[in-house]
């Protein structure tokens, strides 16, 4: 699904983020220790190889809502845009430490210069954010920023299930339609 905002196209597709060979920068779902861990992070790591986790010690440890940027070494991108989101239930306020997460991937994407970003759902694994919650406050926050954007001219949305496809595909329909 490819929807546009002005001169931003906003894409949805299944996949695998590691293997998104067509965009600048992936976001990776980081812990906040910038670890390999689990879930996307163990994806983008694993692929990206061990100078990952050395690029990241110097940023260590990052904050709910806050995000880095470092060269994306083996995966097939430029950069990494390491984010960490809230935990569900215990990060507070969790819906705009969850919102923060997408701005500030969008302003360090400005800020390099990256034209196209892909994001995971951020916080809804491991972290518990309830997926329909969460992509309201994704997809809302992406849709809000995109009129304001320069260099970004691509967002892409990957996800490795059909529901959570599904689930974000209603909710950017929503989004878009009540900004008409």
Do not use: W
């Amino acid at each position: 699904m490819e929807r546009k905002i002005g001169d931003v196209k906003i894409e949805l597709k299944k996949g695998d983020i590691a293997r998104q060979d067509d965009v600048e920068a992936v976001v990776n779902a980081a812990n906040k220790d910038l670890l390999p861990g689990g879930g996307v992070a163990g994806a983008i790591h694993q692929k990206a190889g061990p100078e990952l986790e050395k690029a990241t010690r110097q940023y260590a440890p990052i904050k709910p809502g806050e995000a880095v940027v470092t060269a994306a070494f083996d995966l097939p991108n430029d950069h990494v845009i390491h984010c960490l989101g809230p935990v569900y239930g215990q990060d507070s306020p969790e819906d705009e430490l969850l919102s923060s997460c997408y701005k500030e991937v969008l302003r360090l994407a400005e800020t390099n210069k990256i034209e196209s970003v892909c994001f995971p759902a951020i916080s809804t694994g491991a972290f518990g954010y309830p997926m329909k919650e969460a992509a309201e406050i994704a997809l809302g926050t992406v849709v809000d920023q995109a009129a304001s954007l320069e260099t970004v001219k691509h967002i892409r949305f990957v996800f490795l299930k059909d529901e959570a496809l599904s689930t974000h595909e209603k909710v950017l329909d929503r989004c878009i339609s009540n900004k008409a």
